[in-house]
């Protein structure tokens, strides 16, 4: 599929426009449906994304033949390819989220006053959710879904590389939603690459916009949160932390370590600064260290790191604010809980930070303290991930401290109001 020219949308603001105007009426309809009612779009959507294979991996195959060209990594092209087995999993995916608890309509808190008005704080859909992101096809299928569920529409803005493979995937979403007697409008990708488009998301669509969540590489994410003039929920960078205590017992630590830096190093909950405690300098900082130069894992330390083994090289102070996402770590021995929560405090994006030790009451003071979305205690960094944390699927990570924080999943897709209910009562 080709976006679409501008003599055949007219502007990029008048499209964008009519895209808010129409989620907004169709958020107003899906937020009003019951659960079986978005349950059955659910299934049908998967359903259609299934009939509608062959046509989904030939787009696909353009989108890749023209990253190609372009030379993308190929780190890059693993994410944007497509197969028989992945588009599968794209369709169980959306079928999961059918399966998880309605969001909607929860009673947060109930409470009646001495007046006799009895109060409920009950879970409403936040409306309409933009989603801007890049290069994985996956996240048109799992945002439109998870936003469904919600009671949401979702307005979601493909990367350019896999605009084709975003716009085929939409549309069998947009059919299954009509299907099931749903409006289409509920979920709409963005149907050009202009770069106009995501300018106007970010002015909010003339008040028909939301929320904006945005999935993709700093630059994008940066641009999003000095631009946007609606909430977003979003996280920079995940410069995560394993401070590995004096009371931590060693093969933990060894087993944490290396499962939060290397599982996979790309993903935003890797861990990119190991911290030692200097009490256990003597028996963990050498066999921790040795371990992930073993594993292929570049270690960058300070002086006392470096000495530890003569493969280290120094670290800068950049070393210390630097997300790699790569099989490199930043490294060094702290004095103590207190520095360790110091350097946390000066370098961390408050993502997600973890604490190996034995001794609890350093933990508690560490999950106390650490002002991180998600803080662990003996626990691996790569928990940080809507799946793990039983929600089903997310939408993404989020550091902020307004309404969602950490893994944004359903229930994080939702606000809520207050339900009175009186015998007549008037105030005083």
């Not at 200097?278 to 000495?307: K, N, S």
């Not at 190996?356 to 999950?367: C, G, K």
């Not at 793990?388 to 809520?416: C, D, K, N, W, Y």
């Amino acid at each position: 599929m080709d976006d679409l020219t501008m003599t055949e949308s007219g502007t990029i603001q008048a499209l964008m426009a009519d895209l808010g105007r129409r989620a907004r009426a169709a958020s107003r309809r899906v937020a009003l449906a019951g659960a079986e009612d978005k349950n059955a779009a659910l299934r049908a959507m998967a359903a259609c994304i299934r009939t509608r294979a062959d046509a989904i991996l030939a787009a696909n195959a353009e989108d890749l033949a023209d990253a190609k060209a372009k030379g993308q990594t190929s780190a890059f092209i693993d994410r944007l390819v497509l197969n028989p087995e992945r588009l599968e999993a794209i369709a169980q995916a959306v079928e999961s989220i059918a399966d998880l608890p309605d969001p909607v309509g929860r009673v947060l808190a109930r409470f009646e006053r001495p007046n006799g008005l009895k109060i409920e704080r009950v879970a409403t859909p936040l409306g309409v959710i933009g989603v801007i992101f890049e290069s994985r096809p996956n996240v048109t299928a799992d945002a439109g879904a998870l936003c469904l569920k919600a009671g949401n529409a979702a307005i979601l803005r493909a990367g350019s590389e896999s605009f084709r493979t975003s716009s085929t995937i939409a549309e069998a979403m947009g059919e299954g939603l009509e299907q099931a007697g749903l409006p289409a409008d509920a979920i709409r990708l963005v149907p050009t690459r202009d770069r106009a488009a995501v300018g106007a998301m970010l002015s909010g669509l003339d008040g028909n916009l939301d929320v904006i969540v945005p999935r993709g590489g700093k630059s994008l994410v940066a641009r999003v949160q000095d631009e946007a003039r609606v909430p977003v929920f979003a996280h920079l960078e995940g410069l995560n932390h394993v401070y590995v205590h004096g009371a931590a017992d060693l093969e933990m630590a060894k087993a944490v370590v290396m499962n939060a830096k290397m599982r996979r190093t790309g993903v935003c909950g890797s861990a990119e600064t190991l911290l030692v405690d200097r009490a256990c300098e003597g028996t963990h900082l050498e066999p921790l260290v040795a371990m992930l130069l073993d594993a292929g894992c570049a270690v960058r330390g300070d002086e006392a790191v470096q000495a530890a083994d003569p493969r280290v090289t120094p670290a800068s102070e950049e070393d210390w604010r630097t997300e790699y996402l790569d099989a490199i770590i930043s490294a060094r021995v702290v004095d103590g809980l207190d520095a360790a929560l110091a350097h946390i405090e000066t370098y961390g994006s408050h993502h997600t930070d973890s604490i190996v030790t034995d001794d609890e009451a350093a933990a508690e003071r560490f999950l106390a303290e650490v002002d991180s979305a998600i803080v662990l205690h003996n626990a691996s960094t790569q928990f940080a991930d809507g799946g793990e944390f039983g929600f089903g699927a997310e939408i993404g990570i989020a550091t902020g401290r307004m309404h969602a924080r950490g893994p944004v999943g359903v229930e994080q897709l939702t606000s809520f109001k207050y339900r009175i209910r009186g015998t007549g009562q008037t105030r005083p």
